[in-house]
């Protein structure tokens, strides 16, 4: 008689499912926000050469246990010609990281983006130190 994850395993196959859809594997928040940060570290704001995490755009990441990962974060200007892509763009770049179920962005405007949100490095690079 057949017991175990083995078992069920190949039930799952054999109904078609996929293996994977069955891991109940805890899901690690610390290991998913280090790679949420990674992703949005590949996004640029067009009107700025910097990252957004660098700029300051990342207001917040939390990850529930069940993997669903929500951004808050915010633009440099409510008027930002980039209001519709960035959000769209983080949302689905953290979408694409394993372990995550959901992602949510919520854009916000308090506190004010400022210039002194940036990180040093992005200063560095902006000339501003």
């Not at 057949?2 to 069920?8: C, H, P, R, Y």
């Not at 640029?44 to 993997?67: A, C, K, Q, R």
Request: proline fraction near 9%; aromatic fraction near 4%.
């Amino acid at each position: 008689m057949e017991t175990g994850s083995g078992a069920e395993k190949r039930a799952a196959h054999s109904a078609g499912m996929d293996e994977d859809a069955m891991d109940t594997t805890p899901v690690n928040p610390l290991v998913i926000e280090a790679n949420v940060i990674e992703a949005v570290q590949t996004i640029f704001d067009p009107e700025i050469p910097v990252n957004i995490w660098e700029i300051g755009l990342i207001y917040g990441i939390t990850v529930d246990p069940s993997g669903a990962v929500g951004v808050r974060m915010t633009l440099t200007s409510p008027n930002c010609p980039s209001a519709a892509e960035l959000p769209q763009e983080v949302e689905r770049k953290v979408k694409a990281i394993g372990g995550v179920t959901a992602a949510t962005v919520e854009v916000v405007f308090e506190p004010p983006w400022t210039p002194s949100m940036m990180s040093e490095a992005a200063k560095l690079q902006l000339n501003m130190l």
